[in-house]
């Protein structure tokens, strides 16, 4: 089967009047569900993201490649400190890694941010989002909805459609994470994080279907926290289980080790996922720790083919000389004069704050971008090719096609397989939902019937 085929017979199905009653369809549907991010609808065209069954093994077999690879890393960061070192983790975040672990992975729940070429068989990972993992509830809500779509309805004569599936995996993992960590009781569930966030519509998603799984469950702020007598309190409840999408460096800003919710983990007494140990794979750091060939020594032949296959050229910003494609380069005189290709990103941010695309910008702003990131922790990255493809939306009385970029995130569980995926598009260069810059579509796996 060939997959240009299929999305070209979605798209000949979008008559002006389909087309019209699915984006009508869409956009009530995400209004009556609460699926926007801030003020903004989180899908914006009238079809999903396809993949073939193909596509999708070649995905997950990667995946399975790199976790073992993270793992190593993590595992030697942990017992030898000059490695750790090459992290830069700030002091407050040392005292979090090195907490003894709960369970047996540090990230059960993750996602890793790539660019895959299917043409090519090309996948590059560009992030590892190994703290708070975004997007599963939205992906879920949003299949439901595009499987109901009048075009969809049509398609689905010809081809098979297989959603991806993924909240599931969600409560699997915190309930195994909480037998693992010693609760033996039936557990509440706290899904956590500032309430103004634009993400809060997710939180609803995930609460609602905790409920209709049978388990009592409550969105709280981190300054709705209590801890007294060796138990957490959200809201003035008792909880077991924090469901962590609220990142440790804000709890950590708004009230240090000391803020409620880190006493209680750091007593064992709250069961937190994922838990402070993420940090040190979650920075970005720790593909230039991967990807240096200083740490080569560290991996087997496998695990270095690994690593060249699926992480770009990365390196924490600093004056030093490093290789680059087999040649010794000053890394600093190297990234002032190669900006076209290279990326800058800040070690622990999100939302896409800070990253600077070297071809967007003039040499004068970066230049200035590298002088900061000289004294803030930075990595430089590879610039990777980013893929197109087209996707309808309807505006303005009109059907219209447009190519949009796209990238690939496999959900991760356990450390060590992944299961369902979320695709963001975009006009812009940055794909990045919370930055403005895209917007979420459901990934799909087809084949013809």
């Known amino acids: 089967m060939h997959l240009r085929d299929a999305i070209s017979f979605y798209h000949d199905l979008l008559d002006p009047t389909t087309a019209q009653d699915t984006a009508a369809e869409l956009e009530e549907q995400q209004r009556r569900r609460g699926l926007q991010f801030g003020d903004r609808a989180i899908c914006t065209v009238l079809r999903p993201r396809f993949l073939t069954e193909a596509q999708y ?26 490695f750790r070192a090459q992290f830069h983790l700030p002091e407050w975040e040392e005292a ?92 509440r569930i706290c899904i956590l994080d500032w309430r103004e966030v634009p993400t809060y519509s997710e939180f609803v998603v995930f609460e609602e279907y905790f409920r209709r799984q049978g388990y009592d469950c409550l969105i709280a702020d981190p300054r709705e926290c209590d801890y007294r007598a060796g138990t957490l309190y959200a809201r003035g409840r008792r909880v077991q289980i924090i469901y962590k999408r609220v990142l440790i ?43 240096d060939e200083a740490n080569a020594a560290r991996f087997t ?23 680059h494609n087999g040649r010794r380069v000053d890394l600093v005189p190297f990234i002032t004069e190669h900006k076209d290709q290279l990326v800058l990103k800040p070690a622990d941010e999100y939302g896409g704050k800070g990253v600077v695309l070297g071809w967007t910008v003039s040499q004068t702003e970066w230049e200035r971008a590298l002088t900061e990131a000289l004294h803030t922790p930075t990595v430089v990255q590879e610039r990777v090719e980013v893929p197109q493809e087209e996707f309808p939306s309807f505006a303005n009385g009109a059907l219209h096609f447009i190519p949009r970029l796209m990238d690939t995130n496999p959900y991760l569980w356990h450390g060590s397989y992944a299961s369902g995926c979320l695709t963001r598009l975009s006009t812009a260069a940055l794909l990045n939902v919370t930055a403005g810059g895209g917007s979420t579509v459901p990934t799909m796996l087809i084949q013809a019937r």
Request: overall charge neutral; charged content about 20%.
């Open 57 to 82: 093994a070649f995905l997950q077999a990667q995946m399975r490649r790199l976790m073992l690879v993270f793992e190593k890393a993590f595992c030697i960061a942990r017992d030898d400190a000059h």
């Open 96 to 187: 979090l890694v090195m907490l003894p672990l709960p369970f047996p992975t540090a990230s059960p729940t993750s996602r890793m941010d790539t660019f895959y070429l299917p043409a090519t068989q090309v996948l590059r990972c560009t992030e590892y989002n190994a703290e708070t993992p975004a997007g599963i509830g939205y992906s879920d809500a949003l299949s439901e909805i595009m499987l109901t779509l009048p075009a969809m309805r049509c398609f689905e004569q010809r081809y098979d459609v297989r959603p991806l599936p993924a909240m599931h995996h969600v409560l699997n993992i915190l309930m195994s994470c909480y037998r693992a960590w010693g609760g033996q009781e039936h557990p």
């Open 249 to 291: 460096s804000e709890l950590v800003q708004h009230g240090g080790l000391g803020q409620p919710v880190l006493r209680a983990v750091r007593d064992n007494a709250v069961c937190m996922v994922n838990p402070p140990q993420c940090k040190l794979l979650h920075r970005k750091t720790s593909l230039a720790v991967l990807s």
């Open 301 to 323: 032949a496998d695990e270095l083919a690994t690593i060249h296959d699926l992480i770009p050229w990365t390196r924490y910003v600093e004056e030093r000389f490093t290789q």
